[in-house]
């Protein structure tokens, strides 16, 4: 991207280039926001996720497992980083550890166990938008980070039925009343299991 502009909710993975095989921001500073760049390659070697100059803002991204080694250089430039989960670290509230993807490339939506779940910081845009499922942005507390917004609630028969069920103590009673609140695509979690919702309902349960 030559001039200002912003790249949002946005998967990018598997693409290359000489320089930032994901983003590259030259020339006026650029935003990223919410975006999942993963597996890019920057064929000189200079920022194989992204590379971003010019006091371009880098907010809310997962940039992580670019070939390089040990991932030294999943990013370069003069960007200003918050929230985003890469290594190594920058900026302010950066998530240092696996980020837990589903299953990628080919899935990367964050697993329950995620440490990017609510760790987003919180935007104006958020309170309409959607993520690059059409999920709405911050399901709870905050944002996730990255592309992908998890909606997720539990169940148990000893839940206090508090929506949004975001624990096991304000967990629904009823599996119905966690299918009304994260819909298609949501996870839900039971007492003793694991189900998972699409466009047609499935449930798996697991035993202990």
Same mark, same amino acid.
């Given at each position: 991207?030559?001039?200002?502009g912003?790249?949002?909710? #946005?998967?990018?993975?598997?693409?290359?280039?000489?320089?930032? &095989?994901?983003?590259?921001?030259y020339?006026?500073?650029?935003?990223?926001?919410?975006?999942t760049?993963?597996?890019?390659?920057?064929?000189?070697?200079?920022?194989? &996720?992204?590379?971003?100059?010019?006091?371009?803002?880098?907010?809310? #991204?997962i940039?992580?497992?670019?070939?390089?080694?040990?991932?030294?250089?999943?990013f370069? &430039?003069?960007?200003?980083?918050?929230?985003?989960?890469?290594?190594?670290?920058?900026?302010?509230g #950066?998530?240092?550890?696996?980020?837990?993807?589903?299953?990628?490339?080919?899935?990367?939506?964050?697993?329950?166990?995620?440490?990017c779940?609510?760790?987003?910081?919180?935007?104006?845009?958020?309170?309409?938008?959607?993520?690059?499922?059409?999920?709405?942005?911050?399901?709870?507390?905050?944002?996730?980070?990255?592309?992908?917004?998890?909606?997720?609630?539990?169940?148990?028969?000893? &839940?206090?039925?508090?929506?949004?069920?975001?624990?096991?103590s304000?967990?629904?009673?009823?599996?119905q009343?966690?299918?009304?609140?994260?819909?298609?695509?949501?996870?839900?979690?039971?007492?003793?299991?694991l189900?998972?919702?699409?466009?047609?309902?499935?449930?798996?349960v697991?035993?202990?």
């Amino acid at each position: 991207m030559e001039g200002p502009g912003t790249v949002r909710n #946005c998967l990018i993975r598997n693409c290359s280039g000489n320089v930032g &095989g994901g983003i590259y921001f030259y020339n006026a500073p650029g935003t990223a926001d919410n975006c999942t760049v993963v597996y890019n390659d920057a064929r000189t070697g200079s920022g194989e &996720g992204i590379y971003a100059a010019n006091a371009s803002l880098i907010r809310n #991204c997962i940039v992580r497992f670019n070939p390089s080694p040990g991932e030294s250089w999943n990013f370069s &430039g003069s960007a200003v980083w918050t929230n985003c989960a890469t290594w190594p670290s920058i900026g302010a509230g #950066c998530v240092t550890s696996d980020p837990l993807l589903v299953s990628a490339p080919d899935d990367c939506r964050l697993s329950l166990d995620s440490p990017c779940r609510n760790a987003g910081t919180n935007q104006a845009w958020m309170a309409a938008g959607t993520d690059i499922a059409g999920i709405p942005r911050i399901q709870h507390t905050s944002a996730d980070i990255g592309a992908y917004e998890t909606d997720y609630a539990y169940v148990s028969l000893s &839940g206090t039925n508090l929506p949004p069920y975001d624990s096991w103590s304000n967990a629904a009673v009823r599996v119905q009343d966690a299918v009304n609140i994260v819909g298609d695509y949501g996870v839900g979690l039971l007492t003793n299991g694991l189900f998972d919702f699409s466009h047609t309902t499935e449930v798996r349960v697991t035993r202990p």
